[in-house]
Structures are given as C-alpha cells and as structure tokens.
T-cell receptor
C-alpha cells in the first residue's frame, strides 16, 4: 500500500531563506506524487506533481521538488521564502485505484 | 468561477442532528471525491463517484454517512445523528475523465462542520 511521511509538523524559516519541506514515500509501484498547499480556511491547491516524466518538477509560486528513488524522497524546496508562503503543505501519493493518500502536513511559518 | 464549489462553507449543529453538504464539481468532470480532514491531519478519503455510480466507500464512512450523486453532476453528503467526533472539514474534489494515471483532482474550499 502507498503512503507518505512528512518530517516535521512545523517548519520556520526567515523571509528570503531557503524553504525545505521533507517527504518520504512508500510504494510498491512507481508512484505518482503531489505537493498541495492549503491556506487558512481554504481548500487544497496543487503546487506540483511527479508523473515519472522528469525527476525535477517545477511548480507554481517558485516551488520545485526532486524525486529521488534511491532515497524514496520527494522533498519540496523554494530558494527564497516569501511571507505569502505561510501555509500548510501536504505531500501526497496517488493510489492505483485513484485515491489520493495525504501526509499529515507541514505548517510553514515565515519569520520577518 | 468555474472551480469546485461547496455549500455551506460552515455548519454548526447540535449532537444528534442531521446535516447535508453539497458539492458542485467542475463541469464535465466525471469523477467526484469526498475527503474528511480533522485538525492537524491530512485529508482522508471517504468515497468517490464516477458519474452517478458510487465506486468505493472507505471504512471511515460509517452507516450514519451517505453520499449521492443522482444525475452525475452535483453530490450531497449526509451525516445522520451527528456526533462530536464528526467535527471536521469535509472536502470535495473532482477530476476529468481519466487520462492515464495522472489526472489531477481539483479541490473545493470545504465545509467546516462543528458538532456541539
């Protein structure tokens, strides 16, 4: 069965600093992986997705993620944090029967 | 706005009451999903429809929960005899006809249920 584990329920970075949100996956088949962002009292917005075409995936708002099979990881990064990046971020994997299985989320805090 | 819409956005009810939520998917999306998100957790799958057919129900969906999508367009999720443990954000998502395994799910803003 597929699953994802997000390391760190809260991450704080200074404005302008590198953002790194960690995600490890477990899957018996080549995974389809996603990162979603959720702003307060809103639904989920897709940041980016990995579909086996390229290991480095670029998303919206300057985010990107790299698929590393050897490490079973799909960490999310952004070179320079902005105050507007403060939100909750979810790593997710798509199951073979089309369900999306989410991690528990990482709340990103941006320090001025 | 052509995104997924959900109504109401917030619902406060007393324990034991019935509640019903509505989801309107993106036009021509044939798949519709319901998820539940409790505080501090990621969304968890509840059920999904392909057109009007309900194809799968999670074991999280107790007998008090029922979902319908009568004409293959909007969907309703009803909770009977609500319990405090039902308090959560209920998210709806829709996706277009499957294109490989990468069709994206588009999420609505959710309905936040508070059971007193």
């Amino acid at each position: 069965a597929q699953s994802v584990t997000q390391l760190g329920s809260h991450v704080s970075v200074s404005e302008g600093a590198l953002v790194l949100l960690r995600c490890n996956y477990s899957s018996s088949v080549p995974p389809y992986l996603f990162w979603y962002v959720q702003y307060p009292n809103q639904g989920l917005q897709l940041l980016l997705k990995y579909t086996s075409a390229a290991t480095l995936v670029k998303g919206i708002n300057g985010f990107e993620a790299e698929f590393k099979k050897s490490e079973t990881s799909f960490h999310l990064t952004k070179p320079s944090a902005h105050m507007s990046d403060a939100a909750e971020y979810f790593c997710a994997v798509k199951s073979r029967d089309d369900k999306i299985i989410f991690g528990k989320g990482t709340r990103l805090h941006i320090l001025p | 706005d052509t995104g997924v819409s959900q109504n109401p956005r917030h619902k406060i009810t007393k324990r034991g009451q019935n509640v019903t939520f509505r989801c309107d998917p993106i036009s021509e999306h044939n798949r519709l999903y319901w998820y539940r998100q409790t505080l501090g957790q990621g969304p968890e799958f509840l059920t999904y429809f392909q057109n009007e057919a309900q194809l799968e129900k999670s074991r999280l969906l107790s007998d008090r929960f029922s979902a319908e999508r009568p004409k293959g367009s909007f969907s309703t999720l009803e909770i009977q005899r609500t319990e405090q443990g039902d308090s959560a954000m209920y998210l709806c998502a829709s996706s277009p006809p499957r294109q490989g395994a990468t069709s994206e799910q588009f999420f609505g803003p959710g309905t936040r249920l508070t059971v007193l």
